[in-house]
């Protein structure tokens, strides 16, 4: 049938972690806490989704405080990530400047987090509990290295994507790969591997060509898979910023063949994967502690997201006209921006 999927190779077991059922307790409590999830259609949505399984599907050797630590840093991204793909915020950059700059003051150390008394976004509330719980256990230069992707990540999806969308401009395929890894803030949840585990890699591995080569080649095949998976969902809701889509695009090829050519693609990124993990394991063996964990973080993250992908209602063709209404499951406490309003609790901007 048309709408079934290709194979996606992926040679890794599937695996999950213990501490599910606790994380998923947690995630209602923390999102409720947090204001990030208000409506009942909005909550629905976001069970349905079970990011808690997600969570433990990619960190699977977590214990629990890490677990709940990081499906709150999942939850964070995937429901910011939602305001800007989904909604009016990601055609309107300058409607998010604001609050963007307002994080990186929260994780660069600049300024304090939001007053208890205040009325801010609730996802500057969710960041600045979030970073007060990872940072006592990370060095200075992760902390730089992820800040760094963090803020990456909302500066391009805030610019790079809006500012496509709002202009017409479908980038190339080769512009969108490489900004592909920023946008769907892989390096972030890659980056809390390092906090999972509980290594500090230094910076000569993150320097060495093999690991930025095993690194770059995990993320993309994360990103494009996704991208095959959410293919449905974008095309109803008119995203461009979609692999297959732009495979199509400027290849002129039809829905299935651009499939498969993705799905191709993914295979010999994991298959660069493997071959540069070989490298690093033979050429470092006095570094075996902390690079075996690191690389098998990378590749439960391309098995995990795969199973999840394949079981989520998020990107399930037969439920992807629950997308068609953006307006049902967003919301404007999340980012404090309303379609008419400037950023909650951060004065008059317009």
Not at 285 to 304: F, I
């Amino acid at each position: 049938m048309e709408s079934e999927l290709p194979d996606i190779y992926c040679p890794f077991p599937r695996r999950s972690n213990s501490h599910v059922p606790h994380t998923r307790e947690h995630l209602d409590t923390w999102t409720r806490r947090t204001g990030l999830i208000h409506r009942e259609s909005a909550r629905r949505r976001f069970a349905q989704a079970d990011f808690g399984a997600f969570v433990g599907m990619v960190y699977p050797t977590a214990n629990s405080e890490h677990l709940d630590l990081v499906a709150d840093w999942f939850v964070w991204l995937f429901l910011v990530d939602d305001q800007l793909d989904d909604g009016h915020l990601g055609r309107s950059p300058d409607r998010v400047r604001e609050v963007v700059e307002r994080m990186r003051a929260v994780v660069e150390g600049t300024a304090p987090g939001p007053r208890p008394d205040e009325e801010a976004p609730a996802a500057l509330v969710a960041l600045a509990d979030l970073w007060e719980r990872t940072v006592p256990e990370a060095s200075p230069h992760w902390r730089a290295r992820f800040t760094w992707h963090l803020m990456t990540y909302l500066t391009t999806a805030t610019t790079w994507e809006a500012g496509n969308r709002a202009d017409g401009v479908v980038p190339s395929e080769a512009t969108y790969i490489a900004k592909r890894r920023h946008t769907g803030a892989i390096h972030v949840c890659m980056d809390l591997i390092e906090i999972v585990v509980g290594i500090g890699a230094p910076e000569s591995i993150h320097n060495d060509a093999r690991f930025i080569t095993a690194l770059e080649a995990s993320c993309n095949v994360v990103c494009w898979a996704n991208d095959v998976y959410s293919y449905e969902k974008e095309q109803l809701l008119g995203e461009i910023h979609n692999l297959v889509h732009l495979v199509r695009h400027h290849r002129g090829y039809g829905k299935r063949q651009a499939l498969e050519h993705v799905c191709a693609e993914i295979a010999a990124e994991t298959k660069r994967f493997l071959a540069a993990e070989s490298e690093l394991l033979d050429l470092y063996p006095e570094l075996a502690g902390l690079l075996v964990p690191y690389l098998d973080g990378m590749r439960s993250w391309m098995r995990g997201n795969l199973d999840w992908s394949r079981q989520t209602p998020r990107y399930n063709p037969a439920d992807v006209s629950q997308y068609a209404e953006p307006a049902a499951y967003l919301e404007e406490s999340v980012l404090g921006v309303g379609a008419d309003h400037a950023p909650l609790g951060a004065g008059d901007s317009r």
